[in-house]
């Protein structure tokens, strides 16, 4: 179904009968011109060459152990939600043993489907480096909102989380970072698909949203730094991270986004 702004709706909602076309122009993510998009596409794509030439030594130890610990295929390809609402296969290490049951679509804190290795290759972000394929590809740039699955985007994006389909889905971001550090809080081990729609997909969102907002090539390039940062303090032992600086104005669009919505009368209320 084609959406309004030339987003496509995955399995069917009509935004429309939600109280979406309320909503339209007040969150509208502008992209950038098209000389800044090709920037950033070869940008991306020189980066994105140079990290899958440089780990090439780690990929192909994490390609034999994960061999070795856990029968089944290599890499974990991943149903995602990618620009305007276009579904593309994410490329991933595979850390989980595989199942007939595929279980939640949100991996829990100490979720018994992932095996030891895996859970290095999580922790140290190993598992991520096939994305740069993706990126080489064009589904994916380095910097921009992290793609959901498409059960998270049919039954728990609510019309504004939408703007965040606007633009290309990234390999990482402030958001991104933020469920590095702060994710797992958010997490029912119990219900991990309904506690990440309920408390930590709307603010992992309005921090996307706020960095979209105002984001440039430089602003881009210190995500990339920022992002190794915190992984290489997560791997040196680091647990107590403050919260990433767009934050405060992502709870602020939160508590905007309340009143926006009793304004117009929906249904639906935004937890900060």
């Known amino acids: 179904m084609m959406l309004k702004a030339g987003l496509y709706w995955v399995g069917g909602s009509d935004l429309n009968a939600r ?3 309320c909503y339209s122009e007040r969150f509208r993510v502008i992209s950038a011109h098209r000389g800044k998009r090709r920037m950033r596409r070869l940008t991306d794509t020189l980066l994105s060459i140079c990290v899958l030439l440089l780990s ?23 149903h995602r939600v990618g620009l305007n609402g276009q579904p593309f296969t994410m490329l991933k290490l595979r850390s989980m043993h595989v199942r007939t049951d595929q ?13 030891p290795l895996g859970s290095f290759l999580r922790k140290s972000k190993i598992d991520e480096l096939p994305q740069f394929l993706n990126v080489i590809l064009g589904d994916m740039s380095i910097v921009g909102p992290r793609p959901e699955d498409p059960r998270i985007v049919r039954e728990h994006y609510k ?18 970072l933020f469920g590095y550090t702060h994710g797992d809080a958010y997490l029912d081990p119990a219900n991990p698909e309904g ?11 309005a921090i996307e949203i706020a960095y979209l907002r105002h984001r440039t090539f430089g602003s881009d390039l210190l995500v990339i730094a920022r992002t190794a940062a915190v992984i ?16 405060e104005e992502a709870r602020r669009f939160l508590a905007e986004e309340v009143d926006h919505v009793s304004s117009c009368g929906a249904d639906e209320p935004v937890t900060p």
């Open 19 to 21: 109280g979406g076309y």
């Open 56 to 78: 090439s030594p780690i990929l192909l130890i994490a390609i034999a152990g994960i061999r070795l610990f856990s029968p089944g295929p290599v890499f974990f390809r991943a």
């Open 103 to 115: 279980g939640s679509a949100i991996t829990a804190p100490n979720d018994a489907r992932i095996f």
């Open 159 to 176: 019309p504004w989380m939408m703007e965040t389909l606007t633009v290309k889905p990234g390999v990482t971001s402030p958001a991104t």
């Open 195 to 205: 506690s990440y729609a309920a408390r930590q997909l709307p603010i992992k969102l």
């Open 232 to 247: 290489a303090q997560l791997l040196a032992g680091r647990r107590d991270f403050p919260e990433p600086p767009e934050a």
